[in-house]
């Protein structure tokens, strides 16, 4: 398997190269073993492979963390659904980007299903997010579980009756809110939205390898900005609202690092937009990058970039919740959030997943009737 050449982009189909990207091409042609066996030999993908495969294990060691915090409930409470779900979608989406560069080669079928999936994960990693931010973020969302102590709290005194050092006075009620009518789109139609635009964002994606190749990477960074403001409304809201936690409390930190990761999260989105449409260096210098150093090993890692902050960004809301449980909501306001719930994280991420696998099966569909007859030529070859 290692005696099989790589090829120069003039050797494959038009539909295998990459622009600026002039060597290091593997045939469209090989075996299951082959691809595996590449991600040990320079090619033009491997660098692609081990960007977003290498994060898998950084990112899950980052997501650990907050289960081992003083006062954290156990790693399966109802607490924590959403940021499972968070994992999952971050998880689904680096181990599909890497796959789908290290199997693209087995055959221009397999290529477009690989990358189908890739995009079908980038969204579900969104509505992850999504709800993430829905109930850890929002100033006036409502965990239950940690809601119990918040009259003992309020009052000053700790959950166990002794005086509480992080009691403080309740945030503003919810009616002092600058921006109501915001708040009334978060809490009725921001996950359905998320959804939605997901949805959406799939098929366009999807649409970009058959039609509208022309301007493909704009269209696909350009697509995915859409969810990004639709996923990021509860932070806005954060960002404009009066800051839930006192300002003398130890919360008040972490509500400010919210802010900064955010910020850093923008910032590595941003960049990682500019590597992917740009296609720099490789444009400035073409076929000195084919191996190592072309745009989308620099796309694929200040996208993950962009991921740890927003993870650190949700893990200092959660510590926030677990210092100052009762700064929630106000204890005689009731909540208006309900609590996380099977149905409303898990039972989401499936519905969304079946419908982002029947977009794929359609698209596949498509590929398989468009690229057989090309395929069988391939193989005569």
Known sequence: MWSVPLLRHTDVPQRVTENFILSGYRFPNYSLLQCLASAFRPTNETGNFWTHFLPIFIFAFHFLEPF?????PSLLDPFFYPFWNYFLGVFLLLLASSMAHLLNSMSLIIREICFFVDYGT?????????????????????????RSGNAENASGTGGNGQPSSSAAPSPLPATSSPLPEFRVFFENFYIPMSCLVAIVCV????????QWRTYRYSIRTLVFLLPFFVSSTPIFYRLLSPCPYPSYSSSSSESASTAAFFYRHCFWLVVSAIFNISKIPERLSPGNFDIWGHSHQWFHCCTFLSILDELHMIKAEIRALFLHPSLVLPPLVPAELPGPTVASTYGVMVLLQGCIGSIIGWFGWRAYHIYTPQQQRLKLH
Do not use: D, E, F, K
């Not at 098929?203 to 058959?210: D, I, L």
């Open 68 to 72: 081992g915090w003083t006062g954290a």
């Open 122 to 146: 980038i969204s579900a990693y969104t509505v992850g997010s999504s709800l993430a931010y829905y109930y850890y973020i929002h100033p006036q969302a409502g965990i239950p579980g940690l």
């Open 203 to 210: 098929m366009a994606c999807c649409n970009t390898r058959q």
